[in-house]
């Protein structure tokens, strides 16, 4: 990559302090350049919503302990404390929830929401702030905007309430916004016009955006890049492209083949068998391992090898080095 | 919505009516005649019958409530066998005294309590929380008239600094404000108010710990709010249901309370029934306990049309 990275993240572990404990994300490595579009793809307790959240040190701080680095836009986000965490959140990363229903204040306006953010960062008049929380709402394609603003969470639709999230998110143009599930809760038809209108945002404001979702076709919607997600480890990275073409580890041909779309009427469709392990302790061999039928003695006793595959592809698995010594 | 305000304004009548009745017989389950307190131990026997005739005590019962009842519609509600005065003009004087009282302690309650809620609600689980519900635990629990004469033994008789009976200097029950006057609520009005105090502390702490835990609390900070934009967030959305909270105690203590009032001689509602009791003093007895109990159904009321007037899901039909 020749640009250097907005983000960059380093042998990113978290673990949530007991009793039991659990070790929700592994050893997560990656950059992420100006203007691109990362998707991270996985089952619900893979740790990709934990690797999100870290993202925003959202989690609760007496319980998590972070390991490793991540730098965002030349910051220490780690290191962050009070003030300074407060002024990087929202201004140079924000976040947009799975659930705006509850993830807005239920008696507060949506005008004041968004407001508020824009007071907080950029120390405008209230009136100021209210003009920028009107051109938000406009830019998301709010119908009649001027009356949404004074408008209660609960007076609009699931859709146009994530609309309003989007807006909140983006009112103080942060440089990467992280989308956790944005459109999971949401009917099918409108998730559609949710993620077409992220991808827009996106190329208008020129962010970087880490999406997280396990639903497949949002994910190749939106991004540039997928990383599979499997016991707070990525598996795979790669290209979109390349990645649903040609998938080398056999967690993500499983998810792919239990993928809905394009799938014959009447055929069974195929499951993974077995359930993602309790991350109680830090693996120490392959997680995946006791599901995968090419599963050798080794994978059990060690962890697997990190295969490079061409430019910013990575294999987490022993079947990849067989391929390449093959090649 | 005017449909169920009418109807359960209409609920109230017969509940009132129970009331009454209930309130006349209550008293005259009673053993012992409320003349012989107000005459002389050897008072003749023509003398009793005449007093007897002249307060209507010779007539059937039904008709002593009937014509009772009948004045109390006009706010007539007798005369006081004890003091010769009307039990309205009484009532009127006692339920200013107790609405000082009340609100003084309302007062101190209120922001004791909510104070403790707020920092045990924030701080769950630390020394500060368990500090703070123990207090309330205490409040709640700890008799009120033992509180009022520890209180009494320490700040009167120890230390003689502030008054242990009375609303007023020499034993005046007319209420005025200034020192000589506040004093005397300070000792009932602290012991009073640790009741609010402790529901008020642990409503409070039960709702922001709530709120605290809810999602968009996670959403505020990721928009960069610093605590006290995260504080404004949980005050509002606290605010409703304690102010619900508060005002149904506030309620009840503007009913007054026998023993806090009887401790220290506070000549409001609750001491005016007691009396009322050891005098056998009939008339202010129904009088007291009537409008008592109507104080209740009406604050019912009250609580229960503010109620589905905030919240429109209860649809009450």
Known sequence: MSVSPIVSVRDLTVTFKGPPDVHAVNGVSFDLAPGEVLGILGESGSGKSVTLKTLLRLLPEKRTTIGGTISVAGQDVVALQGRALADYRGRVASMVFQDPALALDPVFTVGQQISEAVIRHEGVSKAEARKRALEMLERVRIPSPARRLDAYPHEMSGGMRQRAMIALALACRPKLLLADEPTTALDATVQIQILLLLRELQRDFGMSVIFVTHDIGAAVEVSDRLAVMYAGKFVETGGVRDILRDPRHPYTRGLLAANLHGAEKGTRLEAIPGAPPALHEAPTSCSFAPRCRHAEERCHHALPPVVPLGEARNVRCILAEAARQDA | ?317
């Not at chain 2, 009331?19 to 209550?26: E, K």
């Not at chain 2, 900070?221 to 105690?249: C, E, S, W, Y």
């Open chain 2, 1 to 317: 919505m005017l449909f169920y305000l009418v109807k359960r304004v209409l609920y109230t009548l017969p509940v009132a009516f129970g009331v009454s009745i209930v309130c006349f017989m209550l008293v005259h389950i009673a053993p012992g005649d409320p003349l012989t307190s107000v005459l002389p131990p050897d008072a003749s026997a023509q003398l009793q019958q005449e007093m007897r005739r002249l307060y209507g005590f010779d007539r059937p019962y039904y008709e002593q409530f009937l014509r009772w009842f009948g004045r109390a519609l006009q706010g007539d509600l007798g005369t006081s066998i004890a003091t010769g005065r009307s039990v309205t003009s009484e009532l009127v004087k006692a339920m200013g005294n107790t609405l000082i009282l009340a609100a003084f302690a309302t007062m101190i309650g209120f922001v004791l309590g909510g104070l403790f809620g707020f920092v045990a609600g924030y701080f769950r689980n630390s020394f500060i929380d368990r500090f703070a519900s123990l207090l309330s635990v205490i409040g709640v629990s700890v008799p009120h008239y033992w509180l009022g004469m520890v209180l009494v033994i320490i700040f009167s008789a120890q230390l003689g600094w502030l008054p242990a009976t009375g609303a007023g200097p020499g034993g005046s029950s007319d209420w005025a404000w200034d020192w000589a006057h506040l004093k005397h609520v300070v000792l009932p009005a602290i012991t009073m108010s640790v009741i609010p105090m402790g529901i008020v502390a642990r409503t409070i702490r039960a709702l922001v710990a709530d709120i605290l835990s809810q999602e968009f609390v996670g959403g505020l900070r990721a928009k960069g709010l610093l605590d006290l934009g995260v504080f404004k967030h949980v005050v509002k959305n606290a605010a409703p249901t304690a102010l619900a909270v508060m005002g149904l105690q506030f309620g009840y203590l503007l009913g007054g309370s026998i023993l806090i009032e009887t401790v220290f001689s506070w000549p409001g509602t609750g001491f005016l029934l007691g009396n009322a009791i050891f005098q056998r003093d009939l008339p202010l007895l129904q009088g007291t306990i009537l409008v008592l109990a109507m104080f209740f159904v009406v604050l019912n009321l009250i609580v229960d049309l503010v109620q589905s007037a905030i919240d429109p899901r209860i649809q009450r039909s």
